[in-house]
């Protein structure tokens, strides 16, 4: 649906990112775990599935053009609560033209982080500003059969790993973001995972846990029963509710496989 906004620019309530522009509400690769699904409360969308819909700001580039002069600089994020590169920005362009407006204010750097090799189609944009910017990919699992599962319409992985590999080809700064953490998931092909990063020139890693909440909670359990019908159901809910210490744990042996394959990389918990 297309709709109008009154504000492009956002603060952000990352620590790492200063703003956010979120082209869209909502988000086509319909995660089961994706901690946007609160969006739809505000957005007129309480009874639609996530997945099922997505709010185009149609006029965000002339908004986002007016306040960008306004503003003092800082870091952006493209997106905190959608993917910019679903597939509807294939038709929009709204991240690419947001990116470009941005391009013109040295003063505000650009960090993307998509789970769509789209963003591949901006790379001669990207290319131009490769000073000032960064790309990183949500990977939650290496298992393509889990992946599948928890992230239906998103690229598959080993796509993100070699759309990861030509952006750092092209000098673009990489990092990838195993995120959420999802037991028995995540850890499924990890270390063989970990070294397809590494060979792909990715220098960055941050890792961060599951959001636990009482909706998206019951849409992740029923993904592990799709995926593993024998799942410890008890288990896994435990672990996602109450799990610190395997939390810890776990980034433990991601920072230690880390270390051991990318020599000199960079490994970061945000939990």
Not at 71 to 89: F, N, T
Not at 131 to 152: K, L, Y
Not at 237 to 262: E, N, P, S, V
Request: aromatic share 10%.
């Amino acid at each position: 649906m297309e709709k109008s906004c009154k504000s492009a620019l956002s603060r952000s309530k990352a620590e790492f990112r200063d703003y956010a522009i979120n082209p869209y509400t909502g988000c086509q690769h319909a995660c089961v775990y994706c901690y946007g699904n609160f969006m739809r409360r505000f957005s007129g969308h309480f009874h639609d599935a996530w997945g099922s819909f997505v709010d185009v700001k149609v006029n965000l580039l002339d908004v986002l053009g007016k306040e960008l002069p306004r503003r003092p600089g800082g870091s952006i994020w493209l997106s905190s609560v959608c993917d910019p590169y679903q597939p509807l920005e294939r038709k929009y362009e709204l991240t690419r033209g947001a990116i470009e407006l941005l391009s013109r204010y040295k003063q505000f750097p650009i960090s993307i982080l998509t789970k769509n090799v789209l963003v591949l189609r901006d790379l001669d944009l990207l290319e131009r500003l490769k000073d000032r910017v960064d790309v990183g990919f949500t990977i939650t699992t290496f298992n393509s059969e889990a992946q599948r599962i928890f992230e239906p319409y998103a690229s598959s992985v080993k796509d993100r790993v070699k759309a990861l590999g030509k952006l750092n080809e092209a000098g673009i700064d990489t990092w990838a973001f195993i995120a959420p953490i999802l037991p028995d998931a995540t850890e499924s092909d990890l270390e063989t995972g970990l070294q397809r990063l590494a060979e792909a020139g990715v220098k960055r890693l941050m890792t961060d846990r599951y959001n636990a909440r009482g909706m998206i909670m019951r849409q992740t359990i029923e993904a592990y029963e799709r995926w593993r019908p024998d799942i410890d159901v008890a288990r896994v809910r435990g672990l996602l509710w109450h799990g610190d210490k395997y939390y810890r744990d776990l980034d433990r042996t991601i920072a230690r496989l880390w270390k051991l394959t990318a020599n000199g990389s960079v490994h970061e918990a945000v939990f």
